[in-house]
C-alpha cells in the first residue's frame, strides 16, 4: 500500500490539500493530484487523503490503482532515489465506496505515525548514501594523479576527506540516536525532521 501525503505544487503542506472528496450517495467522488509518491505503480494500492468538500476535513481513502479515474505516471529523470519508483497521481471522478473510507481518520494528524516511520527509515537511507559517495571519492583520489602522484597525497584533499567522514559520523550517530528513541516511541516528529 502506497501512502500519498504530498501533492503537486504544495509538497506535504496539509493545510493547502487541493485533493477533495465529495460525499455522493454510497461514497465519495475523488478528484485532484498527488506528485512524488513512492511505489504507486507497485502495489496497486493507495491510502488517498483529501479534503471533504462538506466537512472541510482532512479524510483518508482506500483506492485502488485500476478503478475508473485513477492515473499513475512514472516521474522520469529525476534525482531521488531511483529504486523508490516515484509517480504522478491523478483521480479524475474516481467513485469510492463508503466503507473505503479511513473511519477513524478525520485530520491529517494521524499521518504523523506514518511520516514518523518513513522519515526515520530516510535517515538510514542518507547515511548509506553518504557512505556510497565517501567511497567513490575514495577510489577517485587515490587513483587520479596530478604531478605524478595520487591527489589523496595533497594535504588539501585529505582535509576534505576528513571532513567528509566526520560528518558521515555525525549523520550516523544522529540516525542511530533517532531510532532509538523511535523504537521507544519517544522520538518527537521534530527530532525526526532532524535526519
Known amino acids: 500500500v502506497s501512502?500519498?501525503?504530498?501533492?503537486?505544487?504544495?509538497?506535504?503542506?496539509?493545510?493547502?490539500?487541493?485533493t477533495e472528496a465529495k460525499p455522493v450517495e454510497g461514497g465519495y467522488i475523488l478528484n485532484g493530484n498527488k506528485r512524488w509518491i513512492g511505489n504507486a505503480?507497485?502495489?496497486?494500492?493507495?491510502?488517498?487523503?483529501a479534503?471533504?468538500?462538506?466537512t472541510k476535513q482532512i479524510q483518508a481513502f482506500?483506492?485502488?490503482?485500476?478503478?475508473k479515474g485513477?492515473?499513475?505516471?512514472?516521474i522520469k529523470r529525476r534525482l531521488a532515489v531511483r529504486p523508490l519508483l516515484n509517480s504522478e497521481l491523478h483521480f479524475d471522478n474516481v467513485f469510492v465506496p463508503a466503507e473505503n473510507r479511513l473511519a477513524k481518520v478525520?485530520?491529517?494528524?494521524?499521518?504523523n505515525n506514518i511520516l514518523k516511520h518513513s522519515r526515520v527509515y530516510t535517515c538510514w537511507n542518507v547515511v548509506g548514501l553518504c557512505i556510497g559517495v565517501y567511497d567513490t571519492a575514495i577510489k577517485y583520489v587515490t587513483s587520479r594523479k596530478q604531478f605524478n602522484v595520487p591527489?589523496?597525497?595533497?594535504?588539501?584533499?585529505?582535509?576534505k576527506l576528513v571532513r567528509m567522514m566526520g560528518t558521515i559520523q555525525a549523520s550516523l550517530a544522529l540516525s542511530w540516536r533517532i531510532t532509538k528513541l523511535y523504537e521507544r516511541n519517544a522520538a518527537s516528529i521534530g527530532q525526526i525532521a532532524m535526519c
Not at 151 to 159: C, D, H, V, W, Y
Open 62 to 67: 482506500f483506492v485502488e490503482t485500476k478503478w
Open 70 to 74: 485513477v492515473r499513475c505516471e512514472l
Open 3 to 18: 501512502t500519498q501525503s504530498t501533492w503537486e505544487d504544495i509538497g506535504s503542506d496539509a493545510s493547502n490539500l487541493k
Open 51 to 54: 479534503r471533504n468538500t462538506e
Open 151 to 159: 591527489i589523496s597525497a595533497f594535504q588539501l584533499t585529505q582535509e
Open 41 to 49: 505503480l507497485r502495489g496497486g494500492h493507495l491510502i488517498v487523503w
Open 106 to 111: 478525520n485530520d491529517f494528524s494521524a499521518t
